[in-house]
């Protein structure tokens, strides 16, 4: 069974903080994912990686940069945290081609105050 | 506008029910998976599909990419089968790049 594991699971930052969410994935898997999730929003992807030293925008990337410094492991950060970006967030991991099937972690609660 | 569009927004089914949920694209999707968030939070894949259908237990999806949907059926509904229901597709191929709809919430009462 695939595992990714996000740290830390819940998290009270200040406004004008930085903050690291990490993931951890043991299925040896090139893409790894960041989402949020926010009420009436779904997910909504914002950044991705096809591998080691890869990173990539997705569609709300503003305020976040990731990092990928190997392949098990898929960092994202905010430089400086803002209330807005209270929400919920997601890792996922996924292989190469055909059944390509996306695995989430437990995800990680952000509140900025 | 919303890229993928799920239908119903939300779902009360009677146990032992059957319905179906359903997404349509406005991108040109090449592959779908189907995920269920359970009242705990996790999000579990339930189907990964290139056109065409899959079946899996209870529940069976499938995607027709020149119509441009996707459905998830659901037969014989139980408790379990509560929770948000997503679809996500995946717009260009190999780009790996997944958008989701805003989901489906279901609720199976006894």
């Known amino acids: 069974e695939a595992a990714v594991t996000q740290s830390p699971r819940n998290k009270v930052a200040v406004t004008g903080g930085k903050v690291t969410l990490s993931c951890n994935q043991t299925?040896?898997?090139?893409?790894m994912y960041w989402y949020r999730q926010d009420t009436g929003h779904g997910l909504r992807l914002i950044h991705y990686?096809?591998?080691?030293?890869?990173?990539e925008k997705g569609d709300i990337p503003d305020g976040y940069k990731a990092s990928r410094p190997s392949q098990e492991n898929f960092s994202l950060i905010l430089e400086l945290a803002t209330p807005s970006q209270t929400s919920v967030y997601f890792c996922?991991?996924?292989?190469?081609?055909?059944?390509?099937?996306?695995?989430f972690g437990e995800g990680s609660r952000l509140i900025v105050v | 506008g919303d890229k993928v569009k799920q239908s119903p927004s939300a779902l009360s089914l009677q146990e032992g029910t059957n319905s179906a949920l359903r997404c349509n694209f406005s991108i040109a999707a090449t592959t779908v998976q189907w995920f269920l968030q359970n009242p705990r939070g996790s999000l579990i894949n339930l189907f990964y599909?290139?056109?065409g259908t899959k079946e899996n237990g209870r529940l069976k999806s499938a995607f027709d990419s020149k119509e441009s949907y996707s459905t998830l059926h659901i037969r014989d509904a139980q408790l379990e089968d509560s929770g948000t229901y997503f679809c996500?597709?995946?717009?260009?191929?190999?780009?790996?790049?997944?958008?989701f709809g805003a989901g489906t919430r279901l609720k199976v009462i006894a």
């Open positions: 599909l290139v056109p």
């Open positions: 996500a597709a995946e717009a260009d191929t190999g780009n790996y790049k997944y958008v």
């Open positions: 990686s096809y591998g080691a030293g890869s990173t």
């Open positions: 996922a991991s996924g292989g190469l081609g055909v059944g390509n099937t996306l695995y």
């Open positions: 299925n040896n898997h090139n893409n």
